[in-house]
Structures are given as C-alpha cells and as structure tokens.
Nanobody, 116 residues
Framework: QVQLVDSGGGLVQAGGSLRLSCVAS????????MAWYRQAPGKERDMVAS???????SYTDSVKGRFTISRDNAKNTLYLQMNSLNPEDTAVYYC??????????WGQGTQVTVSS
C-alpha cells in the first residue's frame, strides 16, 4: 500500500513563504506523475503544479512565478515552494501521485492559511 504524507502547512502573512513536503512510501520516480492540488472551502480540488516522470513541469496560471514544484528522488519527497503568498492561496493542499498503471494516491492534506 503506497502512502503519501503531506506536511509544511501553516499560518503565514500575505507576502510570506512556505514549503510543503510530501514523503512517499516508495520511490517517487516510479510515479508517472506527481502533483500538488488545493481545495478552498466550498470549492473544487484543483491542480496547482505537476511534475512528470521525465521532469516536465506545469503550473496553474495563478501561481506561475510564485510557486516551484520539485522532487528529491533519493528522499522519496516532493516539494512545493510557495512564495509571495496571498489570501487567495488559502486552502488545504494535497499531494497526489499517479502510478504507471493509472492508480491515484493522495496525501492526507495540509492546511495553508494566508492572512491579509
């Protein structure tokens, strides 16, 4: 059973930074795609950033230039560096991994709250 454990959320003032981490119970290089999603109250869960097996990276427009997704294969860890945070970034952030066979795994989520 693959497990993803999210951490790093917290309360930060607007303009501040946080780094989220997602530790996987197996080598993350075996995932076809890994991503960070977020879900604000009353809204759908949306993809924020993704990185594929080949290293290709994608961001949703609202975070381009502020967020950076990265991975450390040796530590089985996915990161999301978030800079210049604003209140609209407030949400529960979830790590996501999709296996080569199309199976999807989720972290438990970590709360990010940005105060104005």
């Amino acid at each position: 059973q693959v497990q993803l454990v999210d951490s790093g959320g917290g309360l930060v003032q607007a303009g501040g930074s946080l780094r989220l981490s997602c530790v996987a119970s197996r080598n993350i290089f075996t995932f076809r795609l890994m991503a960070w999603y977020r879900q604000a109250p009353g809204k759908e869960r949306d993809m924020v950033a993704s990185i594929n097996k080949g290293g290709g990276i994608s961001y949703t427009d609202s975070v381009k230039g502020r967020f950076t997704i990265s991975r450390d294969n040796a530590k089985n860890t996915l990161y999301l560096q978030m800079n210049s945070l604003n209140p609209e970034d407030t949400a529960v952030y979830y790590c996501n991994g999709e296996s080569l066979y199309g199976r999807t795994y989720w972290g438990q989520g970590t709360q990010v709250t940005v105060s104005s």
